[in-house]
């Protein structure tokens, strides 16, 4: 029930938005089966299935706006929900900052389905934590992770003739393995829209090597050192500093995008020269959606920052018009360029450093600078002479994304990944940087 | 892993009409639905079923300067079915609330635990509970936020916005979330509890800008999320308690309109005020912050899904192992009680029955700074040796599968007379600090860093300044073995998160936690501030 056809979708969006009488109405459909399976200690935890399907209808009079959402689909329900967000709308205050919903769009074409991903049932949930959980307990090591994958639709239509359908599907897999004596940690993830190529009896292998590999931490004092995220720890860096690309923050002087005495920095040498990234709905591999979620406006590829220079930040419909901006839609992806190697070939020229597998919990100490305060974890190694020397103990970094993209060493192969902070699909390098700034020792495993 | 921020109301489900927000669905039509569920669970081989039939209500208004950016009223109905069959868990949940669907979700359920039995090592054990047949509970409110007016509460963000705005911020972002969850638990032990439970949060955010400098700042409100209703809106004089340093802070009563005001004046003091100078200091912690430091450095590593690993992959392990509790670890100074308390009127965690049907208690976690206690549910409770779960079990919705989450676990007030000025008056060189700011603790609990909103320097036994960049690094056992000594029940308040979150897939919960001011002696400061050239 919960993916309907674009038939069955569109029958239904056609009825509410002739069901009613405010000045504009949009609606739209959001299906979803979102399947789980999560296991530790060596044992499935839960596993479960949800099925789930909602109507949202948003009317306005003049600026006033409502906006309500039933779960029926028979005429007279479709009509009561219509009447629900004109009563709302009725009964709210004007927004001065209320923007029209928009007109026929042309959205370009994104692969965001596969029947692989769609075909997912418990046998191969159930598949999957065995795959993982068996090469463990065979060199007493102890697996837990967690496997989710959904299909699901969208589809909208408003009454100014813009309308839309899409399905979708997504699988993210995450395993932490720990030796017996919790000395050490490894992890390993994979986030992907089709699932055809996932094999979690190859993947559970990288985490068993970190975590054996990590035992036996050494402590290296805080201090200042070269790095080498791999792309999930600094995926966490970066979709934190992508929060805060919102350009009416930084017009308004509360940003770190802010330029002292007014406006903003675009057009600015924010970032290293190495360091390019844009937004593409339709790059391979980490497509997206063809519209973004607030107001339907249609995604195209478009840089963010070139060479370093700050080229694009996200603006909001009210403030695009205010500052005489075309309109835009949000960022519905992350793509950073980087170079060819591999996270192995960043360590084989390195001198000295730290490998760094994931960091965690990442937190903002101040928006002025967009000081971030975060953890390493789940195998970190100190490098010497091009080679994994021995691991060391997790450290607390504060660092901001802004000067660690402004100490680049080199930029290996990007990948698909997903942060822990951020639910946007990223494709991240490995990146060796300099100076990257520990401040603690942690004796966390 | 930890408490979030502000989220958007998307997030919560469907939205709906105001009139929806006083109703509640017919028990009888509840009952008949668990009753589906747990025959057609039994019926396809289930030894255990429980049924959670939900309701939840959330209502926002959100503002930013003198604008209402938005009203949403959102609900979401659904019905979470979690059965053991062949000794694995399995979990089924629809929005479809017809008997038919139900039946077909326990089925759902049912086969996915056979699916996974197989891999088992062990089959699930459940701590015993006996059922209770037809009992009710709801929050003990005054005024039903949800039956407030919608003008009312516009009202009161744009008089809060205009004072904050005429005493000079730059800006506000002010918002109403108010949370009614309406929750119906049956299980074949032989339970059918039915509970309405209510919450409300006011924050905001008030930013000052220095246009010639480029500096900004940003003090957020000193309330907390609570347990109660409308009425902590009123802003009632027995709520406030004037501290030494002249800053005011809320108990169960908040004066949203005053504290904006403080906020934009101490924002743009933030601005001028001289960076701290990095070093050992001793702390005196307002309740307003010290919740958050309680909460990531004990509430979490006591939980005992950390303890034992089931939350190794995302939120982590616990440094407070098993056989730490066996040993009595001194976890901190004799000065350091604390409990953990389901029942707390007022709090956000209070229930009377979990979602597993337990009924609900205060117990202790540390007694005299030694480790007696963890927070178990029911099918982890044999593994810590207990014949009883904890009553701790809690599911964001109806959608996700309930599992072990932190009850309110508090810090208890020093037992001898002790008031904040005569704590500050033995302080030789330290830090006040009052407001939750920055946080982030490892995935074992040992390394944390906190912030906060107000930071003041102590002197000699006096408060001299503001200071700003301050953020403290704690090892937990360090931390709390450092603490010299905690104000009298006269100042103990309440804190809390309304998004505590945890598991995949990732769950929010409500959890408050309560203290006196407290001190704590030879804490590593540093200095946050950074130049971007």
Redesign the interface.
């Known amino acids: 029930?919960s993916i309907l056809s674009e038939a069955q979708a569109k029958a239904i969006l056609t009825k509410v938005v002739g069901f009613s009488k405010a000045d504009e109405c949009t609606a739209q459909l959001i299906g979803a089966i979102?399947g789980?399976?999560?296991f530790?200690?060596?044992?499935?935890?839960?596993?479960?299935?949800?099925?789930?399907?909602?109507l949202?209808v948003q009317v306005a009079f003049g600026k006033r706006?409502g906006?309500?959402?039933?779960?029926q689909f028979d005429d007279a329900a479709l009509e009561r929900v219509v009447r629900?967000?004109e009563?709302?709308a009725k009964?709210?205050?004007e927004?001065?900052?209320f923007m029209p919903a928009v007109t026929k769009q042309t959205y370009m074409k994104t692969d965001t389905f596969s029947a692989s991903t769609a075909g997912i049932d418990?046998?191969y949930?159930?598949k999957v934590?065995?795959d993982s959980?068996g090469p463990c307990r065979a060199e007493k090591l102890?697996a837990?992770?967690?496997l989710?994958d959904q299909a699901g639709f969208v589809a909208f239509m408003n009454s100014k003739g813009n309308y839309g359908y899409q399905t979708s599907t997504s699988a993210d897999y995450?395993?932490?393995v720990?030796t017996e004596d919790?000395r050490g940690?490894g992890?390993v993830g994979h986030n992907v829209q089709d699932v055809a190529n996932f094999n979690a009896g190859e993947d559970i292998r990288v985490a068993m090597r970190k975590a054996s590999a990590s035992a036996e931490a050494k402590a290296l004092e805080p201090g200042k050192y070269t790095v080498i995220l791999e792309p999930a720890a600094a995926a966490g860096l970066i979709a934190f500093m992508m929060f805060f690309f919102d350009a009416r923050s930084a017009d308004?002087?509360?940003s770190?995008l802010?330029?002292?005495?007014?406006g903003n920095k675009l057009g600015e040498q924010v970032y290293g020269p190495q360091v390019t990234m844009f937004t593409d709905p339709a790059y391979p591999g980490a497509a997206v959606l063809p519209w973004d979620d607030g107001d339907n406006l249609p995604r195209k590829k478009m840089p963010i920052i070139q060479n370093g220079k700050l080229v694009n930040m996200n603006y909001s419909r009210f403030w695009s018009q205010k500052q005489g901006k075309p309109e835009q839609a949000q960022f519905g992806n992350i793509i950073m360029e980087g170079g060819t190697k591999s996270t192995a070939d960043l360590i084989r020229t390195t001198e000295r450093g730290i490998l760094v597998s994931r960091t965690?919990?990442?937190?903002?100490?101040?928006?002025?600078?967009v000081?971030l305060?975060?953890?390493t974890?789940d195998g970190t190694f100190y490098i010497e002479n091009g080679q994994i020397k021995y691991p060391v103990k997790?450290f607390?970094f504060?660092e901001?994304p802004?000067?660690m993209l402004n100490n680049v060493e080199e930029f290996g192969k990007p990948v698909r990944v997903k942060s822990?902070e951020s639910d946007m699909v990223m494709v991240i390098p490995p990146m060796k940087l300099r100076d990257f700034t520990f401040?603690?020792?942690?004796?966390?495993? | 892993m930890g408490v979030g921020g502000l989220v958007l109301p998307s997030m919560f489900g469907k939205v709906i009409a105001a009139e929806e927000l006083s109703s509640a669905i017919d028990v009888a039509v509840k009952k008949a639905l668990a009753d589906a569920a747990m025959n057609a669970a039994k019926s396809a081989g289930a030894s255990y079923c429980d049924v959670r039939v939900g309701r939840y209500l959330r209502q926002f208004v959100i503002t930013r300067e003198r604008n209402v950016e938005n009203v949403v009223n959102t609900e979401s109905t659904g019905v979470g079915i979690r059965v053991i069959a062949n000794g694995a868990w399995g979990f089924a949940a629809t929005n479809d609330m017809t008997k038919e669907a139900v039946a077909k979700a326990a089925g759902q359920a049912v086969a996915i635990a056979k699916a996974n039995a197989p891999g088992q090592s062990a089959p699930v054990q459940l701590a015993p509970v006996t059922g209770v047949g037809e009992v009710s509970w709801r929050t003990p409110i005054v005024k039903n936020s949800m039956t407030v007016p919608i003008k009312d509460k516009v009202d009161l963000l744009m008089g809060v916005n205009a004072a904050a705005l005429d005493a000079g911020a730059s800006f506000i972002r002010s918002i109403l979330f108010l949370v009614n969850e309406q929750k119906y638990f049956a299980s074949t032990d032989g339970s059918y509890i039915d509970q309405d439970v209510h919450r409300i949060w006011a924050p905001m955010e008030v930013t000052a800008v220095d246009k010639a400098t480029g500096k900004f700042r940003v003090r957020e409100g000193l309330s907390a999320p609570m347990g109660l209703g409308y009425e902590y809106l009123d802003g009632a004089a027995s709520g406030k308690t004037v501290l030494p340093n002249g800053v005011i802070v809320y108990g169960q009563s908040y004066d949203m309109k005053e504290d904006a005001v403080a906020a934009a004046k101490q924002a743009m003091a933030k601005i001028k005020a001289p960076s701290v100078k990095p070093g050992k200091y001793d702390l005196v912690l307002d309740p307003s912050h010290t919740w958050l430091t309680i909460h990531e450095s004990v509430g979490h590593p006591l939980e005992l899904d950390r303890v034992l690993g089931y939350e190794a992959n995302y939120a982590g392990t616990s440094f407070a192992t098993m056989d730490k509790l066996k040993a009595n670890f001194q976890y901190g100074s004799d000065k350091v009680n604390i409990v953990a308390d389901k029942t707390q009127p007022g709090s956000l965690g209070a229930v009377s029955y979990d979602d597993e049907g337990v009924k609900t208690k205060k117990w202790d976690l540390i007694r005299d700074g030694k480790l007696v206690g963890y927070q178990a549910i029911r099918d982890q409770a044999h593994i810590e040796g207990k014949t009883a779960s904890d009553g701790c079990a809690y599911a964001d919705s109806w959608s996700n599968v309930q599992f072990q989450r932190m009850a309110n676990v508090s810090l208890e007030p020093g037992k001898a007379k002790l008031s904040v000025a005569d704590m500050i008056s033995n302080v030789e060189d330290g830090i006040y600090i009052i407001g939750d700011g920055s946080f982030s603790i490892d995935q074992q609990r040992y390394n944390a860093q906190f912030g906060g909103q107000l930071f003041y320097e102590i002197k000699k036994g006096k408060i001299t300044q503001q200071i700003e960049d301050v953020a403290y690094q704690i090892r937990t056992p360090e931390f709390w073995n450092g603490c010299a000594g905690v104000c009298d029940a006269s100042d103990y308040r309440l804190g809390g998160s309304f998004f505590d979150g945890k598991g995949q897939p990732a769950q929010v919960s409500a959890v408050s936690h309560g203290s006196s001011t407290a001190r704590f002696n030879g804490i590593n400061v540093i200095n946050t501030a950074r130049s971007l050239g």
Request: a positive charge.
């Open positions: 029930m979102r789980n399976v999560r530790a200690r060596n044992d499935v935890s839960t596993a479960g299935i949800t099925d789930n399907i909602e949202s706006i906006t309500a959402t039933i779960n629900r967000a009563e709302l009964l709210a205050p927004n001065p900052e418990a046998a949930r159930a934590a065995t959980i102890i837990a992770g967690y989710e995450t395993c932490t720990r919790g940690s992890w308004e002087g509360r770190f802010s330029k002292k005495g007014g965690w919990y990442i937190r903002m100490v101040d928006p002025q600078t000081l305060t975060g953890l974890r997790n607390r504060n901001s802004v000067i822990d401040t603690s020792l942690s004796d966390a495993v």
